[in-house]
């Protein structure tokens, strides 16, 4: 997969005002508005051969991407979905330049992420990262950030809230429930991409509830690029299996502890 806009990757050695100039200009160019080569509806985990027959389009290529690591290296895995199939596994292991930081996750893991996504053969027509996208001090966390480097449509997918506020208090919900998350003073407006009260940024989204098992937070998802926070909350449901994570980012999290036992 190349980069579309090299000259917006992050990359190491700059300070923290740089990293988030940075951010700012990736936020200004990213597109949270649907700009997709696909039908959503198209979108499934049903076998691709059983979809076409069935009279609807060939589903496209999802990527999921997940990291494992190995002291002060990265393991980026993506795994390539097409409807229930894997279709491709790839991984890269990269050196890591920086600790985690809240809001600056991009420039950790992004540079690896990068680096597998260069070994791809095949090109998704959407990427699935663990980890935010619009829901993010500037809006533009690492699903937003290299959605725009790729120019690829991406949603972000997170297991906590870094920023925002949610309509409706998320704990204990059913399997299925959703709620908007907006936007709150932790939260700049970028370019045209305001961040008002009355801003979605993403949804919180009860992907998965077991009767035999203690109460499951809900995952939090939101647009990273050329998707509207609407169509990415109904892609991770469309692509959610009998896990709490989507099939996509699960596949890869496998993935990547799989390899991660090649180094060890």
Known sequence: MRQVHPGLAPRPGLARAEMESLQRRVAETAVFEDDLSFDP???????????????????????????????????????VLRGGEVVER?????????????????????????????TLDSDPDLLVFDGSGRIHFRQA??????GVVCDV????????????????????????????????????????????PETTIGYAFQSRQYDSRPIINPLYVSPGHRLSA??????????SGDYKLPEPTRLADTYADEAKAQYE
């Open 41 to 79: 509806t198209s979108v499934s985990l049903a076998d691709p051969t059983t979809t076409t027959l069935s009279g609807v389009s060939d589903p496209p290529l999802v990527a999921g991407i997940d990291q494992s690591f190995l002291d002060d290296r990265a393991l980026s895995a993506v795994v």
């Open 90 to 118: 790839v991984h890269a292991v990269s050196e890591l330049d920086l600790p985690y930081v809240p809001g600056l996750l991009s420039f950790r893991e992004g540079g690896p992420i990068l680096d597998a996504l260069a």
């Open 141 to 146: 966390g690492l699903a937003t950030h290299l």
């Open 153 to 196: 449509p991406s949603i972000g997918v997170a297991k906590s809230l870094l920023c925002g506020t949610p309509d409706e208090d998320v704990d204990g919900r059913p399997e299925g429930w959703q709620t908007p998350i907006r936007a709150d003073d932790s939260v700049d407006a970028v370019g045209g991409h305001p961040a008002t």
């Open 230 to 239: 609407e169509t990415a909350v109904e892609l991770v449901s469309r692509l």
